[in-house]
């Protein structure tokens, strides 16, 4: 299985992004996934997870603000982000099943 991230990039505070990450695989029907961040000097964060039940949780530092959600047809889980912060920058990237997709960089000017 891969794990595909897209949808970074350079946007002002208080601006929006989507993230997706493709599945090679669908692997998404039954199983959890998390969205993580990495920035510089800063230890990991998970950001966000939806398990196989739809349930999802957030970081308290996004909660509100960001959306993750899934289509299955799709093998994809989103990650809709609003209302962007300099601190939200970070490489994000998807995992799912023990499976680590590679980054897409988030950068929030101020």
């Known amino acids: 299985v891969q794990l595909q991230a897209s949808g970074g990039g350079l946007v002002q505070a208080g601006g929006s992004l989507r993230l997706s990450c493709v599945s090679s695989?669908?692997?998404?029907?039954?199983?959890?996934a998390a969205w993580y961040r990495q920035a510089p000097g800063k230890q990991r964060e998970m950001v966000a997870n939806?398990?196989?039940?739809?349930?999802?949780n957030y970081a308290e530092s996004v909660s509100g603000r960001f959306t993750v959600s899934r289509d299955i047809a799709k093998n994809t889980v989103s990650l809709q982000m609003n209302h962007l912060k300099p601190e939200d920058t970070g490489l994000y990237y998807c995992?799912?099943?023990?499976?680590r997709g590679q980054g897409t960089l988030v950068t929030v000017s101020s």
């Open positions: 695989k669908n692997i998404f029907t039954f199983n959890a």
């Open positions: 939806i398990t196989g039940s739809s349930s999802t």
């Open positions: 995992t799912s099943i023990g499976v």
